[in-house]
């Protein structure tokens, strides 16, 4: 279970208060199919568009801010998003950036390149409703390829800590697969070529609070070259961070012996780690020393 995960604000009170309408504490339960509306055997809702987005309210370990700035504010919680429907507690499998979905077939148990045990709780792998995030669109066709009805994947998207439909996305064209493309055109990978493409961008607070139940087992891969730097310290401080049990992190400047990229907002290390400890404070598990399979 996940016990005491206290609110910050009167807001974080009211998703306190109508999260309990939707079961209340994080007890574990995998004795029955997943459910939206009170029969058997549906699926979670199905990933909702963006909301319209509002107007925006080499790199060291010590960055300071970016010199653009991040395209929009941090939001980690809006009355206007949806709630999920009541139903039975589902695995859901949360894979920011999927690249050409390898990481979803290590999580399986079915890559022949790379074995790595996710905790999914009581929940079999393959019973896990997947999301599978990814900006580069070289990887579109790999990623519709696993598109089932408990996989979604959701090309030519990056996971943020806000909305935007329209957004530029500087892709590695050096690298092999474009491993270092990123949001962030600082990144070492991308400064020189600055070869970018159009993607949305997907608040992860909103994705988490319209699919994820409190009683869920949500299991969170997170490898997108910088911008956790950004994410993170947004979602310690809201109360979608409540609704995930691990967090498999890649971070991109784990000191100054490799930093591409400490994200755009500014966020220092210090206020990096920081919203780690917080978020570790508030019940998630983030193992130490993840690293995505390679392509």
């Given at each position: 279970?996940?016990?005491?995960?206290?609110?910050?604000?009167?807001?974080?009170?009211?998703?306190?208060?109508?999260?309990a309408l939707?079961?209340?504490?994080?007890?574990?339960?995998?004795?029955?199919?997943?459910?939206?509306?009170?029969?058997?055997?549906?699926k979670?809702?199905?990933?909702?568009?963006?909301?319209?987005?509002?107007?925006?309210?080499?790199?060291?370990?010590?960055?300071t801010?970016?010199?653009?700035?991040?395209?929009?504010?941090?939001?980690?919680?809006?009355?206007?998003?949806?709630?999920?429907?009541?139903?039975?507690?589902?695995?859901?499998?949360?894979?920011l950036?999927?690249?050409?979905?390898?990481?979803?077939?290590?999580?399986?148990?079915?890559s022949k390149k790379?074995s790595?045990?996710?905790?999914?709780?009581?929940?079999?792998?393959?019973?896990?409703?997947?999301?599978?995030?990814?900006?580069?669109?070289?990887?579109?066709?790999?990623?519709?390829?696993?598109?089932?009805?408990?996989?979604?994947?959701?090309?030519k998207?990056?996971?943020?800590?806000?909305?935007?439909?329209?957004?530029?996305?500087?892709?590695?064209?050096?690298?092999?697969?474009?491993?270092?493309?990123?949001?962030?055109?600082?990144?070492?990978?991308v400064?020189?070529?600055?070869?970018?493409?159009?993607?949305?961008?997907?608040?992860?607070?909103?994705?988490?609070?319209?699919?994820?139940?409190?009683?869920d087992?949500?299991?969170?891969?997170?490898?997108?070259?910088?911008?956790?730097?950004?994410?993170?310290?947004c979602?310690?401080?809201s109360?979608?961070?409540?609704?995930?049990?691990?967090?498999?992190?890649?971070?991109?400047?784990?000191g100054?012996?490799?930093?591409?990229t400490?994200?755009?907002?500014?966020?220092?290390?210090?206020?990096?780690?920081?919203?780690?400890?917080k978020?570790?404070?508030?019940?998630?598990t983030?193992?130490?020393?993840?690293?995505?399979?390679?392509?």
């Amino acid at each position: 279970m996940k016990l005491g995960r206290c609110a910050l604000s009167v807001t974080l009170l009211w998703w306190q208060a109508c999260s309990a309408l939707h079961g209340g504490l994080r007890a574990r339960h995998a004795d029955q199919p997943l459910a939206n509306d009170g029969s058997n055997g549906s699926k979670p809702n199905p990933v909702p568009l963006p909301f319209s987005p509002k107007k925006p309210s080499s790199v060291s370990a010590n960055a300071t801010a970016s010199s653009s700035g991040p395209p929009c504010q941090c939001e980690v919680f809006n009355q206007a998003w949806k709630w999920p429907h009541k139903r039975a507690p589902a695995c859901l499998f949360i894979d920011l950036g999927a690249a050409d979905g390898e990481t979803y077939l290590a999580f399986t148990q079915h890559s022949k390149k790379w074995s790595f045990n996710y905790d999914t709780g009581p929940f079999k792998k393959e019973d896990c409703f997947a999301y599978l995030m990814e900006a580069n669109p070289k990887f579109n066709m790999n990623l519709e390829h696993f598109r089932t009805s408990r996989v979604y994947p959701m090309t030519k998207t990056a996971a943020y800590m806000c909305d935007k439909t329209s957004e530029t996305f500087y892709l590695d064209s050096t690298g092999p697969s474009g491993w270092g493309s990123s949001l962030d055109d600082k990144h070492e990978a991308v400064k020189t070529s600055k070869q970018g493409v159009d993607v949305k961008l997907y608040n992860l607070m909103r994705l988490l609070q319209e699919n994820a139940l409190p009683e869920d087992t949500v299991v969170v891969k997170m490898d997108i070259e910088g911008a956790e730097y950004d994410i993170l310290p947004c979602l310690a401080n809201s109360p979608a961070a409540s609704l995930v049990d691990t967090l498999y992190l890649e971070d991109h400047c784990p000191g100054d012996w490799w930093c591409p990229t400490t994200g755009q907002a500014g966020n220092t290390k210090e206020v990096f780690n920081q919203a780690l400890l917080k978020l570790r404070a508030r019940g998630v598990t983030i193992p130490n020393g993840y690293w995505s399979p390679m392509l």
